[in-house]
């Protein structure tokens, strides 16, 4: 548990750097573009965000799976088998891309004035790919502090750029993703520097083969967890509009803290869960990192919604403020995905990963029936409530495959407890406005609350040491 709380944090300190400096962006932006523009850089993202998993085909989770499984010059190419294969995809459909901004800029924005960001963005492919690979890298070689370097360079050049082509040059929708293209570029390649004696340049077919068992059953998994997390913009493109989008968008940013949190504990899980995996006692300690971190993670998510009205005027503009009532839903729906990770550990380390793609597209289903439902009646009330609701249908598939492979006694009702006052708040705060000062004794009567869930998990913890 040490070292995954090492990790976490290692991990986090860059993670968090280049969350809050991007924060810090957020006045820019909303003082820049408007609320439907808001809303036009979000489409672009989403869907250069799922172009990028078909450039993945999920082989960075045969990098991450079998990367301590060899050693020396098999390593080496290993590594340079998956990057060349991945590489190779991503320059091909970010040219096909590049080709077609013109008929995606019209299909997606109505218009055509935004083909030259979407080509921006796509040439911004193969550099994004390539930071996510070396950054895997570098985790995996333990060089943290090489990590937190290439993540802080990246994000102060983003923040340099953006500042020039955006506020100064005043480019705007185009000098934001130019902005991105220079500063992923330069840090990525960087990055690339860092890692280069990992690499023997040699395609080795049988390293392929292997990578591409592992990873495949998989891909349908990642399609349905993409398509679970950026469906919701086109069902609101569909039924609203790019104004929508933008406010969904910016309730995102303020939630991108809980996402903050999820991303840097699956950093550090992945390699902790494989490296415990081998110790007599790993369920036991499981259940350990399971009692303690689940209270923790909603009491979070509580504290982050319940001031997410003054986050937005502070951070933001007024115009945004009704994105506020949303952030409670969108964070809840994020601490259940960290609950699923946590428990669903029988297909990784059985790699029978074929039951992932079977969860993730079960709750597809559910998201892409509910979203047809909930967003013609509820308009985005109902796409955070799609969100929490499709969630909740992962976390109980994921939970039930593990526990038929790999049995491993989760108590049900730690995330019972604790996920169920944060919830009732989240749907609450949607349609009450609370005053500031209630808010705030509500904030001291739960943490005492989750406080007791915690300390319960640490007694248990200590017994549990004291016992082996």
């Not at 750097?17 to 439907?36: D, G, H, M, N, Q």
């Not at 450039?55 to 060899?70: A, G, K, N, V």
């Not at 091909?92 to 935004?114: F, K, M, P, R, T």
């Not at 989750?450 to 998990?457: A, T």
């Amino acid at each position: 548990m040490k070292e995954l709380i090492l990790n976490f944090f290692s991990f986090g300190l860059a993670v968090s750097l280049e969350r809050f400096l991007s924060f810090l962006l957020i006045p820019l932006y909303a003082s820049v573009f408007s609320v439907t523009e808001f809303g036009v850089i979000d489409l672009v993202q989403t869907f250069i965000g799922v172009v990028t998993i078909f450039c993945f085909l999920q082989l960075e989770t045969s990098l991450q799976r079998f990367y301590y499984e060899y050693e020396g010059e098999d390593k080496k190419k290993f590594l340079f088998s998956i990057f060349s294969l991945i590489l190779s995809i991503t320059f091909l459909l970010s040219l096909g891309v590049a080709v077609c901004a013109d008929y995606l800029s019209n299909w997606l924005c109505e218009n055509q004035q935004y083909a030259m960001a979407i080509r921006i963005a796509a040439m911004q492919m193969v550099f994004s790919v390539l930071s996510t690979l070396t950054l895997i890298l570098l985790r995996f070689e333990k060089k943290n502090k090489f990590f937190t370097l290439v993540v802080l360079v990246k994000s102060l050049l983003l923040i340099s750029f953006v500042y020039y082509f955006v506020s100064v040059m005043h480019y705007g929708i185009n000098g934001f993703f130019l902005s991105q293209l220079i500063a992923i570029a330069l840090s990525s390649l960087f990055s690339l520097f860092l890692v280069r004696k990992l690499f023997i340049f040699h395609l080795s077919k049988p390293y392929l083969k292997l990578s591409l068992k592992y990873a495949l059953p998989q891909f349908p998994a990642r399609v349905g967890s993409a398509t679970n997390a950026y469906a919701n913009r086109f069902f609101i493109l569909g039924y609203l509009d790019t104004y929508h989008i933008g406010l969904f968008s910016m309730a995102l940013k303020i939630g991108s803290i809980m996402q903050l949190i999820h991303q840097t504990f699956m950093m550090a899980w992945n390699q902790y869960m494989f490296e415990t995996l081998k110790k007599k006692n790993h369920k036991q300690m499981f259940i350990i990192l399971y009692r303690m971190t689940v209270p923790a993670v909603f009491f979070i998510s509580l504290c982050l919604f319940l001031f997410s009205e003054e986050l937005i005027v502070a951070f933001a503009s007024p115009k945004f403020v009704e994105s506020a009532r949303y952030v409670g839903c969108i964070a809840i729906a994020i601490a259940l995905l960290i609950v699923k990770e946590l428990v669903d550990i029988g297909p990784k380390y059985l790699s029978k990963t074929y039951f992932l793609s079977i969860s993730f597209l079960s709750a597809l289903g559910v998201n892409l029936i509910s979203l047809f439902f909930l967003v013609r009646y509820l308009e985005l009330s109902g796409v955070v409530f799609s969100m929490v609701l499709t969630n909740i249908v992962l976390l109980a598939l994921s939970w039930l495959f593990s526990y038929r492979l790999y049995p491993i006694e989760f108590p049900y009702r730690t995330l019972l407890f604790s996920a169920l006052p944060a919830l009732i708040m989240a749907i609450t705060m949607i349609y009450v406005s609370i005053p500031l000062h209630y808010r705030i004794v509500m904030l001291f009567l739960l943490a005492g609350y989750y406080s007791l869930l915690i300390y319960k998990g640490g007694v248990h913890y200590k017994k549990t040491i004291c016992s082996i």
